[in-house]
């Protein structure tokens, strides 16, 4: 079944990337795109999986909506859109960007703890009557990396979490809360990366790729390595953490994971 609205007959000419490797010169900076939230990822990431999964119209969800920039996306390709994020700053700052009005119809957001299964239903009952439609086409999660940067003092943050263990735990619960409300047959992809703990790799990534793996009905169709090389803390030749890491035994962190699933259930 095909849910997107590519032109096939111009295939050659898509910039769709089918690689399972992306590398990005630079993040995206045009239209209402700042780089003001640590951790935001970057525009092309939602701008691919938006256009390759969905069709216009379709109705994407975001659990960590961060500083709206799935939102950007959506309003710039045609999609509807409902995000949640339990920091309320981040909740006012993106309202502030979509300020001017012209895209109010097309997307609900709200300060909302995405642990909560009541507040996901609630929230997602009153996006849908609002839009008139049923169900979500597609959802994209960006959780925070554990404890690297702590985002809000909320006890449910999940920033908050520094053990492997308790924080797959919770990404479970958000997985849940927010699958059930995606149409059988459709896609949600996770994008994360690995963190550095006590002089190791912890690959926090595939410890959620396989909690999902093994708790949900679910067909794994990509797993994309991306990499920006304009990641300015992170540059490589002449750059300090090249010194650093030449004079240790790790290696420089530039990637993150895109874990692309299909929903069988």
């Excluded at 849910?3 to 995206?28: A, H, P, Q």
């Amino acid at each position: 079944m095909k849910y997107n609205d590519l032109d096939l007959t111009n295939w050659k000419e898509l910039d769709i990337d089918t690689d399972s490797l992306w590398v990005i010169s630079e993040r995206d900076k045009s239209g209402k795109h700042k780089n003001v939230y640590h951790g935001n990822f970057i525009p092309q990431i939602p701008n691919q999986l938006i256009r390759r999964y969905t069709q216009e119209f379709d109705v994407i969800l975001e659990p960590f909506m961060g500083s709206g920039t799935t939102l950007f996306e959506c309003e710039k390709l045609g999609r509807k859109y409902i995000g949640f994020d339990i920091n309320p700053a981040m909740f006012e700052y993106v309202n502030g960007a979509m300020s001017d009005g012209k895209y109010e119809s097309n997307f609900y957001i709200n300060h909302c703890n995405s642990l909560d299964n009541e507040q996901v239903d609630e929230n997602i009952q009153n996006a849908n009557e609002k839009f008139k439609t049923k169900g979500v086409q597609f959802v994209l999660m960006h959780p925070p990396y554990m404890d690297i940067v702590k985002f809000t003092d909320d006890v449910n943050d999940m920033s908050k979490i520094d053990n492997i263990n308790e924080f797959v735990k919770k990404f479970k619960i958000i997985c849940e809360n927010s699958l059930k409300h995606l149409d059988k047959d459709r896609y949600f992809a996770v994008v994360i990366g690995d963190v550095y703990k006590n002089g190791e790799v912890i690959p926090l990534g595939f410890y959620c790729m396989d909690m999902i793996k093994r708790n949900f009905k679910v067909k794994l169709k990509g797993t994309i390595i991306k990499n920006v090389e304009g990641n300015r803390g992170k540059l490589g030749v002449g750059g300090i953490w090249r010194y650093r890491a030449l004079n240790s035994d790790y290696y420089i962190f530039k990637h993150e994971y895109i874990f692309v699933f299909k929903k069988e259930f």
